[in-house]
């Protein structure tokens, strides 16, 4: 019998561990072959089960919980069960039970070998197939058929699929097709993560009514939107009650909005701030949002018409996850804080992830993953409980007392004394003395450059620093301070933590509290510098007069391995621009992507050598040179004026995208001409903008290199400045590559190059969007043909279409 659940040399295994354990209790992570038998194991937990959230947190889904019995009786306790009914709900696991001698087996919780049902795409995309009856306008690509076949072929097989399609393949339907139809047979959720709004909007409101109208099987699907989206139905009914000293310090229009939204929460069904027929002030919002930290959850007296948890329904229901990067990380820093299957998270469990545009996926991880403590952080968390700087009232103290008076609560005298007397007090003097350490900071950090800041910070370098002693000895103040002001602080939590709380004032006042506390755990690991896994850094505004603290993941790759690839077997990554020269090695090493792949290049169906032109100029100067821009300003204006504008100028900096703006402007504008300028407008409003312009010419920099989507003629000319690599300064950049070059590396070849090619060919990428496209591509960095490495860039361009010729030439 035993033999049948767990392999010969496993059970060898086991019984060493529980010798070694004296008998006692151990708990193993059992991992079954193809055969649904224990191959693998990993002891989890040694003596007693201890916290259950933890134990399940070591397990993936469709693995075996197994434990002894010392007294050699299998029957489960409750508590045997409670865990095995907690996996088998989670995570679809199985759980057995076996003596110290591993020759009895009891089985509460068998394995689930229930076949997954797969699916042939084929029908759909013929050139007589489904899309053709249905659709009039529907083009065959052998491309699209090809790319929608290799994710069939992940799904059907249980393997993590990447394709690199390029621009024209149609690749939002060849993986929405396959995606959805296994999601639908098999009764699983599907999650599609996009980096852009555009991507997301395309799905939305083109892309999936038309799948839904062709599938035969019904599917619901739903946009996941932020919990910040959501009204707090509390916080709404406290301030329609009693106002709020925050909105009495409000400007007149900002109270005009207040108005709004409470007559709005009494109408309102779904409490999304999308309905307001205006753009809500975040400061207006922030009084009405609901946010995780400070909810009541099951204490709160509005559970049962929460807006947010009626969204989290919503989601439970649908089949189809529409989300962006952010916020599929924002859920995943919490699985990695709770466990993989969890209530607490965004979004409900899922089956499978699909990633578009997932060259982004890298840097979005990283973010999640960093931790951050701010001089404006720590004033809007202090300001929370007690704002000191405003002339009325402004605090969560005065709210405390006045509900425990309400109430007439016993100890209310007390507890006023202690608060008025001493936590204000302690309150205030914190707020000064954080605020005296930042401004020291900033003032210390301001003398290296003018504007703003980001500079690496490292422990030992610091020591022999000028200002180290005076900064090190502000920061011990405050960190006293906060000490002896929160162990009065918790003192107070104490006390009435227990007593009745229907309005929730208790609850966030104590949330709030909570709140400070993260920002000084946050604050300590980043200033200790000990973790030898993280980048240690500091951003200043001097224009803001703000400084951050931040502790950045050296390396997600791990990150991800643990707490993503290892839980999920569905995935597909997916981008125009995520192979370098035909290869996905470095993709899935920036990503820890570390088990056998299906893999597949896909190029573009576009006549590339026919529709797009290249010149790269031998005769510009030098890109590293100083009169570079002033070397290159009078061929720019020839180019856009033999283009009667219609382009994009991509640079990898503002300071070269404002100088070379400026020079032109006025030279430009005489003719005719309308520039538009990165920062002017929202990106999506000055794309717009430009698409209405008669001679349009847009400046853009970072986010213009990719997501941006103009065809025709409009757009039939983008220059690009500069090969597009990282600032090796920036202090994440730095000591990625310092990492590299440690371990015996060429972090040029290996790390800066292929980012660079990766957003070169976003940047190529803007021009032909359509078969109908026509332009020209003009590159004024000549790195590209007087460096060895250039070869690579051009390699990376795909047409063949190449001109390198003195620049009076190519105009």
């Known amino acids: 019998m035993i033999l049948e659940k767990i392999s010969e040399n496993i ?17 193993f992570r059992g991992i079954p072959n193809s055969d649904g038998i224990v191959d693998e194991i990993e002891v989890i937990a040694r003596g007693n089960k201890g916290s259950v959230p933890a134990l399940l947190k070591r397990m993936k889904k469709r693995e075996v919980i197994i434990h002894n019995h010392p007294s050699g009786y299998l029957y489960p306790s409750d508590a045997d069960v409670a865990v095995a009914s907690m996996y088998s709900d989670q995570k679809d696991g199985a759980s057995y039970i076996v003596n110290n ?21 084929g029908p759909y995309f013929e050139k007589k197939g489904l899309l053709a009856g249905i659709f009039k306008g529907f083009e065959y690509r052998e491309e699209q058929f090809h790319m929608a076949k290799h994710i069939e072929e992940g799904l059907n097989n249980k393997t993590k699929v990447v394709v690199e399609a390029g621009t024209g393949t149609g690749k939002t339907l060849a993986y929405l097709i396959p995606s959805i139809e296994w999601a639908v047979k098999n009764e699983k959720k599907v999650i599609i993560t996009t980096n852009t709004i555009n991507l997301q909007e395309q799905l939305l409101h083109k892309d999936i009514p038309i799948v839904k109208k062709l599938l035969p099987e019904k599917f619901t ?32 229009s900002q109270k005009e909005q207040v108005s709004y939204v409470l007559k709005w929460f009494k109408s309102t069904e779904n409490g999304d701030k999308g309905e307001l027929p205006f753009e809500v002030d975040y400061i207006v919002w922030e009084q009405f949002m609901s946010e995780t930290d400070i909810c009541a ?59 578009d545009e997932a060259h982004n996926i890298e840097n979005v991880a990283r973010d999640y993953f960093s931790y951050e403590a ?30 425990l008076r309400n109430i007439k609560y016993k100890g209310y005298d007390s507890i006023k004394k202690e608060i008025i007397e001493e936590l204000i007090s302690r309150h205030i003097d914190l707020a000064n003395r954080g605020n005296e350490y930042y401004l020291k900071v900033i003032e210390a950090f301001a003398g290296q450059s003018q504007g703003n800041i980001s500079l690496r910070l490292r422990k030992e370098e610091l020591k022999h620093w000028e200002h180290w002693e005076t900064l090190k000895g502000l920061e011990e103040e405050m960190l006293l301070t906060y000490n002896a002001y929160m162990r009065r602080l918790k003192s107070l939590i ?119 032109k290249v010149y790269i100029p031998k005769d510009l100067p030098s890109p590293t040179d100083r009169g570079f821009l ?20 991509l640079f990898t900096s503002y300071s070269t995208l404002n100088y070379l703006y400026f020079m032109l402007k006025d030279r430009l504008e005489e003719e005719g001409y309308e520039l538009f300028i990165q920062g002017q407008a929202p990106r999506n409003q000055l794309v717009d903008m430009y698409k209405k312009s008669s001679k349009p010419v847009l400046f853009g920099t970072a986010s213009f290199w990719e997501g941006v989507d103009v065809k025709g003629d409009k757009l039939s000319s983008v220059i690009i400045v500069k090969l597009p690599f990282k600032v090796p300064s920036d202090p994440v950049v730095e000591a990625i590559i310092e990492n590299l070059n440690d371990e015996g590396k060429n972090a040029f070849m290996e790390y800066q190059i292929p980012e660079s090619i990766i957003k070169f060919k976003q940047g190529i990428g803007r021009l032909i969007r359509s078969c109908d496209d026509r332009g020209v591509i003009t590159i004024l960095d000549n790195r590209i043909i007087k460096k060895r490495y250039g070869s690579l860039f051009i390699d990376s361009i795909p047409t063949r279409n190449i001109h390198i010729k003195n620049k009076d030439d190519i105009i």
């Not at 529980?18 to 006692?24: Q, R, V």
């Not at 649908?318 to 979004?347: P, Q």
């Not at 820890?592 to 169906?605: A, N, Q, R, T, Y």
């Open 11 to 27: 059970i060898e295994k086991m019984k060493e561990e529980i010798e070694n354990a004296h008998g006692n209790e151990v708990f």
């Open 101 to 121: 001698a591993v020759d009895d087996i009891y089985v509460m919780v068998e394995i689930n070998k229930t076949e997954i049902q797969k699916i042939d795409i």
């Open 221 to 252: 699907y739903v946009l996941v939107k932020g919990r910040g989206n959501y009204l707090c139905n509390r916080k709404a009914a406290n301030i329609g009650i009693g106002g709020s000293s925050e909105i009495d310090d409000m400007s007149s």
């Open 297 to 355: 959850g099951s204490k709160c007296a509005f559970k049962e018409s929460c807006f947010f948890l009626k969204s989290r329904e919503e989601k439970k229901k649908a089949d189809v996850l529409i989300t962006n990067h952010h916020m599929f990380f924002a859920d995943l820093s919490i699985r990695k804080e709770v466990g993989f299957n969890t209530d607490y998270s965004i979004f409900p469990d899922y089956d499978l992830v699909v990633f």
């Open 374 to 403: 701010s001089k404006y952080s720590f004033n809007k968390t202090m300001n929370n409980i007690h704002h000191i700087g405003k002339k009325k009232d402004s605090s969560k103290y005065t709210g405390l007392l006045n509900y």
């Open 494 to 612: 104490r006390v009435i933590k227990d007593i009745d709380d229907e309005t929730g004032i208790i609850s966030d006042f104590t949330k709030y509290s909570e709140r400070l506390e993260t920002y000084f755990s946050n604050y300590n690991f980043i200033k200790e510098m000990d973790d030898k896994n993280f980048i240690y850094w500091i951003s200043l505004n001097q224009k803001k007069s703000n400084v951050k603290f931040v502790a950045t993941p050296l390396k997600i790759s791990d990150e991800l391995d643990e707490n993503l690839y290892s839980n999920l077997e569905h995935m597909v990554f997916t981008s125009a621009t995520i192979a370098i020269n035909g290869s996905f090695e470095y993709f899935k090493k920036s990503i820890g992507l570390h088990e056998e792949v299906l893999e597949k290049i896909i190029d573009s169906p576009f006549d590339y050598d026919r529709q797009m």
């Open 630 to 649: 002033d070397g290159v300003k009078d061929f720019v204006e020839k180019l856009i004026k033999r283009t009667k504008g219609n382009t994009f100028l």
